[in-house]
């Protein structure tokens, strides 16, 4: 499984866009890129997934490089809500076993002021 | 509503009592698992149950064992438990291995 890399913090205000990358070197061509993120006394949520070029949905966007070491996840015009850990996460879509599960690394903290 | 539940949301006990963790989901997923979520806020996953095969981290003591009734249901019982033991316990699931996961919202174990 590759290993990714994201920084350990961002601060932002309400109604900024927050970028957070992600650094994925190793990434295998069987590898997808999962988004989730932790907010206090929950448990992860899923937020999004790619494997190349740009994803959207209702909640945040995903932008993902050429050569697909590098992405970087989009919040439009965040909210204290939105204050939380966010994970990167690569992982097999090949493979159906007890290898494909998803590995959380310490992921990025993202705060959000008023 | 769909979604997954766990319960009890916190629990204190003694070092050697016997816990058990309770976890449900509604989503008609097939595969269930338990991750635990250590001071650090590290999580880790400890066991993935999909269509009656368990799959378990080689990392987990084996006082750890699930248990599941279907597959909406996967508990986890912990036989003796120990100070390390105390963490935040997280059931997940999804349709299958490749699947995004839904997380309950945790239970908070303390062993004192």
């Known amino acids: 499984l590759a290993k990714t890399t994201q920084p350990p913090s961002m601060e932002a205000y309400e109604g900024q866009e927050v970028n957070v990358s992600c650094s994925h070197t190793?990434?295998?061509?069987?590898?997808?890129i999962y988004w989730y993120r932790q907010v206090p006394h929950q448990g992860p949520q899923f937020i999004i997934q790619g494997y190349k070029d740009y994803v959207v949905n209702e909640v945040a966007s995903l932008f993902i490089s050429a050569d697909r070491k590098l992405s970087t996840l989009s919040l439009p015009w965040v909210s204290l809500r939105d204050a939380a850990v966010y994970y990167c996460i690569v992982t097999d879509m090949a493979t159906n076993s007890a290898g494909n599960k998803l590995t959380f690394g310490i992921g990025t903290r993202v705060l959000v002021r008023p | 509503e769909t979604a997954v539940f766990q319960t009890p949301n916190y629990h204190v006990t003694q070092v050697g009592n016997e816990v058990s963790f309770n976890c449900k989901q509604t989503l008609g997923h097939d595969t269930m698992y338990w991750y635990k979520q250590d001071s650090k806020k590290l999580l880790k996953i400890m066991f993935s149950y999909n269509n009656k095969q368990l799959i378990v981290n080689e990392t987990v003591p084996r006082r750890f064992s699930p248990q599941s009734s279907d597959k909406a249901h996967l508990n986890l019982r912990i036989k003796s438990v120990e100070p390390e033991d105390s963490a935040v316990y997280l059931c997940?699931?999804?349709?299958?291995?490749?699947?995004?996961?839904?997380f309950g919202s945790g239970t908070r174990l303390l062993v004192i």
């Open positions: 190793n990434i295998a061509t069987s590898e997808y």
């Open positions: 997940a699931s999804s349709w299958d291995l490749n699947s995004d996961y839904t």
